[in-house]
C-alpha cells in the first residue's frame, strides 16, 4: 500500500512540475523552445515614454532603394522591413537579404533618427548592422527562416500601441538550438525594443554568449564603455584569448566621426549590465556567458536608441 502510495505521489509532483514547466515556457516567450507559434514578451517593460494620442507609428515594405535614409551607410532595399515612428526609422533586411556579417537578413541594417528639428533633418543613418549570434565563430550566428508581424494597433484596439516584427530561427551551425528574435517599436521613443530567446535543444550541455554584433567597420562609429581602464581605449582583439577583451559594462554607445551626426547606444532591460568584447571593428553585446544544459533556455533584453546630434551626450 505504502508503495502504491509513493508511486501515485511521485506521478503526481511529476505532473505537476511538468505542467509549470510548460505554464513556463509559454509565458516566457521561447525560451523553452520554438514551436513556430511561441512569441517573446514585450522588452523592456520598465522604459516609459508618453505622447499624445495618434503619434506616429508606421510599417511597411521598402518600396525602393531610393526610399533609404540619409548617410552613407543605410543599406535598405526593396522589401526590406521599415518600422518609423516620429522619432526614429529602424530598417531590418528580408530573409533573403543577408547582410555584413549575418548568414540571413532578420537584422538591424540602418537606424537612424527622424524629425522636424535642425538636428534630425540633419542626422542620418551611420550604422554598417546589428545581428545576433550565441558565440563568436560563424556556426554561432543566428540563421532566420520565418517572421511574423505583432500589430496591437490592429490586434488589440485600446491596449499601447506597438508595432513588432519577430524572426524564428536556429544557430547556423546547430538547426537544435533555436533563437527567435523580437523587434519592437512604439510611439515616441528614440530606439527600438528588442528581446532576443535562445532555447538549447541540443543532447549535450553548451556555454552561450547570447549577444548583438555590432559591425563598426571603417571606424565612421567609434564604440565606447563606461569602464575604468577603457572608454574608447579597448583591449585587443585575440579570437584564441578573448577572455582578455570580455568586460561587463551598464551600457555600450557610439558616436559619429564624420557628417551626419547621430549618436547611438544600448542598455541592457533585464541584466543589471550588459557583457562582451568591445572593438573599433566588431564590437559584441549582450549578456554575461551562461552554461546551459539540454532543455535550457535564456534571454536578452535591451533597448537601442538612435540620437541625433554629435558625440555620445545626445544616446
Known amino acids: 500500500m505504502r508503495a502504491r502510495l509513493t508511486r501515485a505521489r511521485a506521478l503526481l509532483v511529476a505532473t505537476w512540475v511538468g505542467a509549470l514547466a510548460s505554464a513556463g515556457c509559454r509565458h516566457d516567450g521561447c525560451v523553452g523552445g520554438d514551436d513556430g507559434r511561441c512569441l517573446p514578451p514585450p522588452a523592456c517593460a520598465a522604459v516609459k515614454y ?44 528580408a530573409i533573403d537579404h543577408p547582410q555584413g556579417l549575418a548568414p540571413t537578413g532578420g537584422t538591424i541594417i540602418d537606424l537612424s533618427p527622424v524629425g522636424s528639428d535642425a538636428a534630425a533633418m540633419s542626422s542620418g543613418d551611420q ?39 519577430v524572426f524564428h530561427g536556429h544557430l547556423e551551425g546547430d538547426a537544435r538550438v533555436t533563437i527567435v528574435t523580437r523587434y519592437e517599436l512604439r510611439p515616441c521613443e528614440p530606439g527600438v525594443r528588442v528581446r532576443t530567446d535562445l532555447y538549447n535543444g541540443a543532447r549535450d550541455p553548451n556555454t552561450f554568449s547570447l549577444t548583438d ?11 565606447f564603455i563606461p569602464v575604468a581602464g577603457n572608454g574608447f581605449h579597448v583591449p585587443a582583439l585575440e579570437l584564441l584569448h578573448l577572455d582578455r577583451a570580455w ?16 549618436s547611438y547606444a544600448v542598455v541592457p532591460c533585464d541584466h543589471t549590465n550588459g557583457a562582451g568584447f568591445n572593438d573599433p571593428t566588431l564590437s559584441a553585446a549582450g549578456v554575461p556567458l551562461a552554461p546551459t544544459l539540454a532543455g535550457d533556455g535564456l534571454s536578452y533584453e535591451r533597448f537601442i536608441l538612435a540620437v541625433p546630434g554629435p558625440g555620445l551626450a545626445p544616446a
Open 50 to 93: 508618453t505622447c499624445a494620442a495618434g503619434a506616429k507609428l508606421s510599417f511597411a515594405p521598402v518600396a525602393a532603394a531610393s526610399a533609404r535614409a540619409r548617410g552613407p551607410k543605410a543599406l535598405a532595399a526593396k522589401d526590406d522591413f521599415l518600422l518609423e515612428n516620429d522619432r526614429v526609422r529602424v530598417v531590418i533586411d
Open 247 to 262: 568586460r561587463e559594462w551598464p551600457f555600450m554607445a557610439a558616436r559619429s566621426q564624420a557628417p551626419p551626426a547621430v
Open 127 to 165: 550604422l554598417n548592422g546589428i545581428s545576433q549570434a550565441a558565440g563568436v565563430l560563424p556556426r554561432d550566428a543566428a540563421h532566420y527562416e520565418t517572421w511574423e508581424l505583432v500589430d496591437q494597433r490592429v490586434a488589440a484596439p485600446g491596449a499601447e500601441p506597438l508595432i513588432a516584427l
Open 213 to 223: 554584433g555590432y559591425f563598426w567597420g571603417d571606424r565612421t562609429l567609434l564604440p
